[in-house]
């Protein structure tokens, strides 16, 4: 008899518009991951800050930030885990700083991520 398996997967959100790391769901812009993460429960956020995505107001790049200044704004879709993955670390320091006003979740750095 096979023991079943207790661990349960953990749903898994990259927005990034580079890397391509092990993800249930990959959002490459500002406007995919604002729909990925309203249309379910995500456990895991991958999130890079610098997106290179200029659809906001007057061309503005719509970056990271502004992904976690949406989740300030919307907590119930906050992940229980956000790893951010920029070399920028302004870019993370922001993040940081906007998640953490949230409530606390567990938040993790990556320098140099490639």
Not at 53 to 72: H, K, N, Q, V
């Amino acid at each position: 008899m096979k023991a079943k398996d207790t661990c349960p997967t953990m749903a898994t959100l990259l927005i990034d518009d580079q890397r391509n790391l092990p993800a249930d769901r990959i959002a490459r812009t500002y406007r995919e991951g604002i729909a990925a993460l309203a249309e379910q429960r995500w456990d895991i956020l991958l999130l890079d800050h610098d997106l290179g995505d200029f659809s906001g107001p007057d061309g503005r790049e719509l970056t990271g930030y502004d992904i976690a200044c949406w989740l300030e704004e919307n907590p119930q879709h906050l992940p229980d885990r956000v790893e951010i993955l920029t070399n920028n670390p302004a870019g993370r320091r922001r993040i940081e700083l906007a998640l953490g006003r949230i409530r606390p979740t567990e938040i993790l750095s990556h320098e140099k991520c490639q």
